[in-house]
T-cell receptor, first 113, second 113 residues
Framework: DQQVKQNSPSLSVQEGRISILNCDYTNSMFDYFLWYKKYPAEGPTFLISISSIKDKNEDGRFTVFLNKSAKHLSLHIVPSQPGDSAVYFCAASEISTASKLTFGTGTRLQVTL | DSGVTQTPKHLITATGQRVTLRCSPRSGDLSVYWYQQSLDQGLQFLIQYYNGEERAKGNILERFSAQQFPDLHSELNLSSLELGDSALYFC????????????FGEGSWLTVV
């Protein structure tokens, strides 16, 4: 049972344009969400997070939006840069457990010149 | 470099064998996590240790076990290996008081033949 879903395995975006990566979840107990970025031969690195009391969190070029009623979150990257090419994982957890992260299957982003 | 060190980076072994994966967390981090990433799968949470004690358990098979030692390094033991155990195994650690932000190692590639 995939509780966190990233339905787009890959995405290609031109440099300078906006990249939008989507994530859906089914577990209504999730109240904290994170995005991780992974380059080949490296471990995932934390990118940005959002708690369920917010609907938007911004950090430089990266913004995460949360729609609790739709159980949907998205990561916007503006403007996209070639160095953003990586696999992006969405993850969710319950703050009460504060340990177990449930990950999606990832979206491979390719930023082209 | 996340500061989390995993050894070995690559391992090839035969079915039925037993292997041990080792993890050194970031300096000062008391929590250690193990995740498994199989082909086309997201990261699956296996187990978490905090200061030597098991804190949370995920979908970890009975053939797998883990422990965290007094010096805080951790080992994941995989026994009676099957072809389906071939995966990338990540260790991660988290700092005190930083909610749900964990730092991943580069992973250990296990291939069972």
């Amino acid at each position: 049972d995939q509780q966190v879903k990233q339905n787009s395995p890959s995405l290609s975006v031109q440099e300078g344009r906006i990249s939008i990566l989507n994530c859906d979840y089914t577990n209504s107990m999730f109240d904290y969400f994170l995005w991780y970025k992974k380059y080949p031969a490296e471990g995932p690195t934390f990118l940005i997070s959002i708690s369920s009391i917010k609907d938007k969190n911004e950090d430089g070029r990266f913004t995460v939006f949360l729609n609790k009623s739709a159980k949907h979150l998205s990561l916007h990257i503006v403007p996209s840069q070639p160095g953003d090419s990586a696999v992006y994982f969405c993850a969710a957890s319950e703050i009460s457990t504060a340990s177990k992260l449930t990950f999606g299957t990832g979206t491979r982003l390719q930023v082209t010149l | 470099d996340s500061g989390v060190t995993q050894t070995p980076k690559h391992l090839i072994t035969a079915t039925g064998q037993r292997v041990t994966l080792r993890c050194s967390p970031r300096s000062g981090d008391l929590s250690v996590y193990w995740y498994q990433q199989s082909l086309d799968q997201g990261l699956q949470f296996l187990i978490q240790y905090y200061n030597g004690e098991e804190r949370a358990k995920g979908n970890i098979l009975e053939r797998f076990s883990a422990q965290q030692f007094p010096d805080l390094h951790s080992e994941l033991n995989l026994s009676s290996l099957e072809l389906g155990d071939s995966a990338l195994y990540f260790c991660a650690s988290s700092p005190e008081g930083v909610l749900n932000t964990i730092y991943f190692g580069e992973g250990s590639w296990l291939t069972v033949v």
